[in-house]
T-cell receptor, first 113, second 111 residues
Framework: GENVEQHPSTLSVQEGDSAVIKCTYS??????FPWYKQELGKRPQLIID?????GEKKDQRIAVTLNKTAKHFSLHITETQPEDSAVYFC????????????FGAGTRLFVKA | SQTIHQWPATLVQPVGSPLSLECTVE??????LYWYRQAAGRGLQLLFY??????ISSEVPQNLSASRPQDRQFILSSKKLLLSDSGFYLC??????????FGQGTRLTVV
């Protein structure tokens, strides 16, 4: 079945450094790739997304890149701040099985002040 | 605007008791509906998803079932809870190939 792998599972960076989280997906029909941030005890919320007709998208300090050939996509956070500390999930959605969204296992990001 | 309601927020149930978690969506029609489970410190496991009334797909064999009696209502049930059913349950909706919106979640503890 469809699968999304996410690495690393935990990531610790110093405030001001960059953080990179990588995901790979198995379903070649996937064409929508959102990233969610989940703070402790709260629901996941979308922070950025990218569609398969685009290779890169940026929104202030966060950016996402997509390589459809290799079936992998990455989240880049620059100038990290303590409030960036959270769990980040990548996901892939495609029209296989009615636009089912499959999530990666999550990355716990710690930003040390 | 669209909203999603999920209740209860927390639940403590004894082993062997039944379960019913409800999720409703407002402001949209024919949404895709999802139930996810998140074990402590772990990722989001897709349990069920539905593309329409009465259409339920199960992703993993388990002690749970789901139903969609109305277009914007999604129910997660169990006849007899197990200790391993404890976790954080999240309902979500999306339309076609777009962002998923999550409910507030239900923290279930089976004792």
């Amino acid at each position: 079945g469809e699968n999304v792998e996410q690495h690393p599972s935990t990531l610790s960076v110093q405030e001001g450094d960059s953080a990179v989280i990588k995901c790979t997906y198995s379903d070649s029909a996937s064409n929508y790739f959102p990233w969610y941030k989940q703070e402790l005890g709260k629901r996941p919320q979308l922070i950025i997304d990218i569609r398969s007709n685009v290779g890169e998208k940026k929104d202030q300090r966060i950016a996402v890149t997509l390589n459809k050939t290799a079936k992998h996509f990455s989240l880049h956070i620059t100038e990290t701040q303590p409030e960036d500390s959270a769990v980040y999930f990548c996901a892939a959605t495609g029209n296989t099985g009615g636009f089912k969204t499959i999530f990666g296992a999550g990355t716990r990001l710690f930003v040390k002040a | 605007s669209q909203t999603i309601h999920q209740w209860p927020a927390t639940l403590v149930q004894p082993v062997g008791s039944p379960l019913s978690l409800e999720c409703t969506v407002e402001g949209t029609s024919n949404p895709n509906l999802y139930w996810y489970r998140q074990a402590a410190g772990r990722g989001l496991q897709l349990l069920f998803y539905s593309v329409g009334i009465g259409q339920i797909s199960s992703e993993v064999p388990q002690n749970l079932s789901a139903s969609r009696p109305q277009d914007r209502q999604f129910i997660l049930s169990s006849k007899k809870l197990l200790l391993s059913d404890s976790g954080f349950y999240l309902c979500a909706w999306s339309v076609l190939n777009t962002e998923a919106f999550f409910g507030q979640g239900t923290r279930l503890t089976v004792v």
